[in-house]
C-alpha cells in the first residue's frame, strides 16, 4: 500500500512538501484522543527493553535527528513504534536554514540528500514544547534526546556558548544531549571536529546542563561525521574518555559522493557507519554509549550495528522509503533477537 502511495503521489511532490504532508498527519495521529492506545498496540516497540544511558529504552531502534527539528511530532513517532526520538538540530537562536530547493531524493539509491541548514525555530521554543509534553504522563514516559548546534552566523569562537546555550534551555527536558559538529551543511561546522576546538564546545555543552540539572544527570553525547579518518575518529573518542561524556553518535551524512551540494544519508552511509562504530567501540571500550546510525534500512542492517558496537540504532530515510510501519517491524524483530537471547 505505502509503496504504491510514494510510487504514484509522494514521489511526485516536491520532497519538503511531502516531508510537511506526512508529518503533519504524524501531528494530528499524536493528537488525536484515543489513538495512541491502539496505535501503541499495534506499533509499539515490543519485548525486553534496552538499557541505556542509565535508562531502559522500550527498544533498540529510534528517530534520528533532522525529521522532527522542533520536537512537534514526538507523540505520534513514537506510536509508529520508534522507541526513541531525537529531535533536532536546534540553535539557540531560530534561523530560516538554506535556500530552497535544499531536499533531494536520489531515488536510484534509495537515499536522501538534503542542505537544510538547521532550519528551526529556536531553543526556547522547544524547550516550550518539552516542557509541556513532559507535564503529561504519556509525554514522561517518551524517551526523547535532543541534538544541539550553533547558528549560522555564530563565529567558531563564540561556539561554545551557543551550545551552552541550548544545554542550558533544554537539559531539564531530556533524556539526553547530543552535540552536532558534524552536519555539512552549516559553512565550518565540520572543522570544530578537531579535538582543540571540540573540547571548549563539550565543556561548555557539559557545565550548561549542569547548572540546570543534577551534575552529570543528562547524558551527553556528540555526533561525528562519516568522512573523518580514521585517525580523527580515534582522536574524537579519546576525547570522549578524557571528559567523560556518554558517548558518541556515529554517523552523521556524508559529503563523499557527486550528487550535488549537501549531504547523503541512507544505503550508501552502511558499510562506513558500521566501520565507524567498530573502530569508535574498539578504542572506547565497553563503557561509553554508541548510537550507531546509517543506512539501516533492514532488521539485518540494525543487527549489524549491534555487532559492531552500538547500544543502540537509528534510522531516518528508510522511514521515508519503507513507510510508517518500518519501525515497528525492526524493532519488533530486534526485540525478537533480545528474547531469544534471554532465554
Known amino acids: 500500500m505505502y509503496s504504491v502511495l510514494f510510487t504514484h503521489v509522494l514521489r511526485r511532490l516536491d520532497p519538503e512538501v511531502a516531508h510537511h504532508l506526512a508529518f503533519g498527519a504524524i ?43 522542533d520536537g512537534v511530532g514526538v507523540r505520534g513517532l513514537t506510536m509508529l513504534g520508534f522507541a526513541f526520538v531525537e529531535v533536532g538540530t ?42 509541556r509534553l513532559r507535564a503529561t504522563p504519556a509525554g514522561r514516559r ?10 549560522k552566523l555564530t563565529t567558531a569562537g563564540d561556539a561554545p556558548a551557543d551550545y551552552a546555550s541550548c544545554a542550558r534551555l533544554l537539559a531539564p527536558w531530556a533524556d539526553y544531549l547530543v ?37 552529570g ?9 562519516p568522512d573523518l579518518a580514521d585517525e580523527d575518529v580515534d582522536a574524537v573518542a579519546d576525547l570522549v574518555l578524557e571528559l567523560g561524556l ?19 544519508s541512507g544505503p550508501p552511509l552502511l558499510a562506513r557507519g558500521l566501520a565507524v562504530v567498530g573502530r569508535l567501540r574498539a578504542r572506547l571500550g565497553a563503557g561509553p554509549t554508541i548510537m550507531g546510525v546509517g543506512g539501516v534500512t533492514t532488521a539485518d542492517d540494525a543487527r549489524a550495528y549491534l555487532a559492531a558496537g552500538a547500544d543502540v540504532v537509528q534510522g531516518y530515510t528508510a522511514f521515508i522509503y519503507e513507510g510508517p ?3 515497528s517491524r525492526v524493532n519488533a524483530a530486534l526485540a525478537a533477537d533480545r528474547g531469544q537471547a534471554a532465554r
Open 246 to 264: 556518554d558517548g558518541v553518535v556515529a554517523v552523521n551524512t556524508t559529503i563523499g559522493h557527486d550528487r550535488g551540494p549537501g549531504g547523503l
Open 325 to 327: 510501519f518500518w519501525a
Open 142 to 151: 517518551q524517551v526523547v534526546g535532543v541534538n544541539i548546534g550553533k547558528n
Open 90 to 131: 536546534v540553535t539557540p537562536r531560530p534561523q530560516p536554514g538554506n535556500e530552497r530547493p535544499r531536499s533531494f531524493r536520489e531515488l536510484d539509491l534509495r537515499a536522501l540528500r538534503n542542505r537544510m541548514g538547521f532550519n528551526n525555530h529556536g531553543a526556547g521554543a522547544l524547550a516550550d514544547r518539552l516542557r
Open 27 to 69: 501531528r494530528v495521529a499524536g493528537a488525536t484522543p484515543g489513538l495512541e492506545p491502539l496505535l501503541r498496540r499495534r506499533f509499539g516497540a515490543h519485548g525486553p527493553g534496552v538499557p541505556v544511558l542509565g535508562r531502559t529504552f522500550p527498544g533498540a531502534l529510534g528517530l534520528a535527528a533532522g525529521f522532527d527539528k
Open 217 to 225: 544527570a543528562v547524558p551527553l553525547l556528540v555526533k561525528i561525521a
Open 179 to 215: 552535540v552536532n559538529v558534524s552536519s555539512p551543511n552549516t559553512p565550518g561546522l565540520r572543522d570544530l571536529q578537531s579535538t582543540d576546538q571540540l573540547r571548549p564546545i563539550l565543556v561548555a555543552a557539559r557545565e550548561g546542563a549542569d547548572v540546570v540539572t543534577e551534575p
